[in-house]
């Protein structure tokens, strides 16, 4: 099944979220799962990356997030992993306090923010593992969004023909995170698609399916 990349819309909070989740999991009753934690004995429970949830305190999340919240979807029929962008370390305090059940990077430019630079991976998931939490660095294959933010051209990474994304992805196998995102299958506005494409020339409309199915085979091996 998929997992919920849940963007921000005018008005989000968490308790908007709340309700999100109560439609979102009542819909979509075949939802990628995975435990609520890494480690123990948790239930499976469908995945959900909330997307800048930086905009709102820990406190708010606190009061959704925690078992003992005054709105808490912990043992409800709205229950999943939430996952938080994580963009700097002081993010770590929204994720523990907020009682997110993990991060995840989501930005494909290396270097972009903290979480996105493929060099402090192997520290996440260090921390990730010893707060039981879950990180998930996410590669992508390149990124160029100047066709829509013709001001951003700082952030462009060339593909090198499928080397960027072979490094990116390999890095985040090599991290020791338990779980892996890609930024992304189809986003081509941001230029970070790997679906199959004629663009790529001489690799090939596969190319990226291609190097997803062997880095990400042997990871999980």
Known sequence: GAAIHLEPYEGRSPSSVRDDLGYLVARYPSLYTLPRRPCGDEPRL?????????????????????????????????????LATLLGP???????????DGAYSYFATDGFTHGSSSRHWAALAT??????????????????????????GGATRGRGGGAYYERMLGAAASSGATLLSI????????????????????????????ITRRVGGAWRA
């Open 127 to 152: 921390w990730a593992r010893d707060k039981n939490l879950w990180f998930s660095p996410s590669a992508g294959p390149g990124y160029d969004d100047t066709k829509i933010r013709p001001w951003n």
């Open 183 to 210: 930024t992304s299958f189809n986003e081509w506005g941001e230029g970070t698609q790997i679906e199959p494409s004629v663009d790529y020339g001489d690799g090939g409309p596969d190319l990226y399916l291609t």
């Open 90 to 100: 002081e993010d770590k305090d929204l994720v523990e306090r907020g009682c997110f």
């Open 46 to 82: 469908p995945v959900v990356y909330v997307y800048d949830a930086y905009h709102n305190a820990p406190e708010a999340w606190a009061e959704v997030l925690c078992p003992g919240g005054a709105k808490t979807i912990r043992g409800t029929d709205r229950d999943v992993v939430a």
